[in-house]
C-alpha cells in the first residue's frame, strides 16, 4: 500500500492528526512531518521561500508516497511540485486551487485578518483555531479536542505564521494543477466554512459531518477516505 504524508495547515503542528491513530487499516504506513517553523522544526530563514521550503522538506516528501495537504499545507504541497519530485498522487484537504474566493473567503476578508495578526498575533492565532471549527456538528467539542492537542497553542513561530497568512492571498495553484504531474485527489467536508459552495461540490470525496476540521470531528471516515486513496495507489479513475 501505497504511504501518505499527512501536512497540517496554518497554525497547527503535526500533533492535529494524532485523532486518526487507531483509525488505520494496518497495512497504511503514515508520517506526519512538521513545517520548517512548526513543533520542533526550526523556521526558514526566509519562510515565504518555496525553494527553501523544498530544500528543506526534500526528505520528508518522498516521490513514493501520497502527500496529503490540509488547508494551507495543501497550497504549499501543491506548489512544491514545481521544486521536488512528484509524489505518486496529491490529496487536497479543505483546499482548492486557491485559497481566497468570493464565495468561500474574499480577499477582503484575509487581508482583515492579517492586519489583526500584524497588531496581536496569539490573540488572532488563538481566534483562528476557534473560527474555522464553525462548520463541524459540535463546534464547542472541537475546540476542546484541538486544545487539548495543542496544548501550548500550537507550536508555531510567529514569523512561519505571518508567510504562512502571504500565502495564502498569494499562491494560486490553478495553473500548476491543470498540468499536474501526478493524480489530485480533493477531499471536502460537507460543511467547510472556508470553501465555496462549488469547491465543495466539486470535491471528490464528501465527508458527511465535517466540516473544516475532519480529523477532530470525523477522524474514523477521513481515515478510511485516505486508506482507500492509498489502496488504489494514488490513482485516479
Known amino acids: 500500500m501505497t504511504p501518505l ?9 503535526a500533533r492535529l492528526w494524532q485523532p486518526l491513530d487507531g483509525h488505520w487499516p494496518d497495512a497504511v504506513r503514515v508520517s506526519t512531518p512538521n513545517w520548517p517553523g512548526y513543533g520542533d522544526r526550526p523556521p526558514l530563514a526566509d519562510p515565504g521561500s518555496l525553494a527553501q521550503l523544498a530544500k528543506d522538506m526534500v526528505g520528508a516528501l518522498p516521490a513514493d508516497a501520497i502527500w496529503v495537504g490540509w488547508s494551507l499545507g495543501g497550497l504549499l504541497a501543491a506548489a512544491l511540485l514545481d521544486h521536488l519530485p512528484a509524489p505518486r498522487a496529491l490529496v487536497l484537504l479543505g483546499m482548492a486551487e486557491r485559497f481566497c474566493h468570493p464565495k468561500g473567503i474574499p480577499v477582503t476578508e484575509l487581508r482583515s485578518f492579517q492586519r489583526a495578526f500584524a497588531r496581536a498575533p496569539d490573540a488572532t492565532h488563538r481566534h483562528f483555531l476557534r473560527w474555522q471549527l ?13 486544545r487539548a492537542l495543542l496544548d501550548d497553542g500550537g507550536g508555531a513561530d510567529r514569523a512561519t505564521l505571518a508567510a504562512g497568512l502571504d500565502q495564502l492571498g498569494e499562491l494560486d495553484n490553478a495553473e500548476r494543477l491543470a498540468h499536474a504531474p501526478c493524480p489530485v485527489w480533493r477531499v471536502s467536508g460537507a460543511h467547510d466554512p472556508l470553501l465555496a459552495p462549488t469547491q465543495r461540490e466539486s470535491a471528490d ?7 473544516h476540521c475532519p480529523m477532530l470531528s470525523r477522524p474514523a471516515s477521513l481515515a478510511a477516505c485516505l486508506a482507500g486513496i492509498a489502496s488504489s495507489g494514488g490513482a485516479t479513475s
Open 5 to 13: 504524508v499527512l501536512l497540517s495547515g496554518w497554525g497547527c503542528d
Open 205 to 211: 470525496h464528501h465527508l458527511a459531518g465535517a466540516g
Open 134 to 146: 464553525a462548520g463541524e456538528p459540535d463546534p464547542r467539542a472541537a475546540h476542546r479536542r484541538l
